[in-house]
């Protein structure tokens, strides 16, 4: 395996967690769908088309946290918004949020 400091490392480390949180059939379905939609929602977004890139925006997010609630875990931003606030207030401050387990995230080597 990749060494997790190396470029590649880093990438391996995100297809093993991307693998790990996307294993639930329903959530695999509703990811096929639900990415490129909001991939092609952005892209109209640039060529004009703002209620379509909106619609198409929102509705793949949906299919991406229902496929994550079919799964019973969380959609990757709020994971990464959790880390992110962990790292600016600090473990004293985020006592009230303890029911928030970013272990639980992390897959086992």
Known sequence: MANSSSPLGK???FIVDYCG???HPV???LHIFG??????GIYQWFVGGVALGWA???GG?????LGH???GNEVGEVILIKKIWKKIVGPKET???AEIDLKKHEIER
């Open 21 to 23: 949180r996307h294993k």
């Open 11 to 13: 990438i391996w480390d």
């Open 35 to 40: 990415v490129p939609m909001v991939f092609y």
């Open 56 to 58: 198409l925006f929102i």
């Open 95 to 97: 006592e009230p949020l």
């Open 61 to 65: 997010y949906v299919l991406q946290w």
């Open 27 to 29: 959530n695999a379905v």
């Open 69 to 71: 609630t079919a799964q």
